[in-house]
């Protein structure tokens, strides 16, 4: 067999905003943007959170826009 | 003429006045550049964050226009001036802006705001509570993804 391992439970990801078209990545929704920032804060990569490179692209500039107006944390502050 | 967008953050503790009193002292150094406004929002006090300036409250206002170059300059050099403005970020959302369809946007979104004068009253704690509700959505997201990536490995 040629060895294209299939994963047991692989899912194949699709990137949310290709599909969705009416999703919009904007710095100024900080509700759309958490979802892909870990409770710490950090950007989730691509390969977990299953974006298309263009759209990974966006989600990073908006994030960092984010954090500078202070819409996002840079990181979780606190007992964590 | 290119086409910006402006977000701010005035000082938490300014009475309403100052507050607006800001507000207008930028709009007016922004028309004496030349700039056309398209929409100015604010959406008032605010968490932030982070702390910023030992303050963790702000209050946002967005300002969205045409302008020139120059002008824009001119709006950061007065907000690196101002202590009363904690944050400030210009974004440029077009190479070209469109005055008369702009104007029209305009007319349309103040037609709107006439119409429904009830509408736009929310306060700041509406803010923070759904604030919180994120938080907790987002820690299952996570978790689950995380529980994902294991299953990759």
């Known amino acids: ?80 | 003429m290119r086409h910006y967008e402006t977000i701010f953050i005035v000082h938490p503790e300014l009475s309403e006045e100052d507050t607006a009193a800001c507000v207008e002292k930028f709009r007016g150094i922004l028309e004496n550049g030349g700039a056309f406004m398209v929409k100015e929002d604010h959406w008032g006090r605010r968490r932030l964050a982070y702390v910023v300036k030992k303050q963790s409250k702000g209050y946002f206002v967005l300002f969205e226009y045409g302008a020139s170059g120059a002008a824009v300059a001119e709006l950061e050099r007065n907000f690196k001036i101002d202590e009363q403005v904690i944050r400030y970020l210009t974004v440029k959302i077009a190479d070209s802006f469109d005055e008369e369809a702009m104007a029209q946007r305009k007319a349309e979104a103040e037609a709107k705001k006439a119409a429904g004068v009830t509408a736009p009253a929310e306060p700041d704690e509406v803010d923070e509570d759904s604030d919180n509700d994120d938080n907790d959505d987002d820690d299952d997201d996570v978790r689950d993804r995380r529980r994902r990536d294991d299953d990759e490995d």
Not at chain 1, 31 to 49: A, N, Q
Not at chain 1, 55 to 63: D, F, G, M, S
Not at chain 1, 66 to 73: M, P, Q, V, W, Y
Request: aromatic share 8%; glycine share 4%.
């Open chain 1, 1 to 80: 067999m040629i060895t294209l391992k299939r994963r047991k439970y692989g899912r194949r990801k699709v990137c949310r905003f290709c599909a969705d078209s009416s999703l919009t990545i904007d710095y100024k929704e900080p509700r759309t943007l958490r979802y892909y920032t870990t409770e710490r804060g950090k950007i989730i990569p691509r390969r977990i959170s299953g974006c298309c490179a263009k759209h990974q692209r966006e989600l990073t500039l908006a994030i960092k826009r984010a954090r500078h107006i202070a819409l996002l944390a840079f990181s979780a502050q606190g007992s964590n």
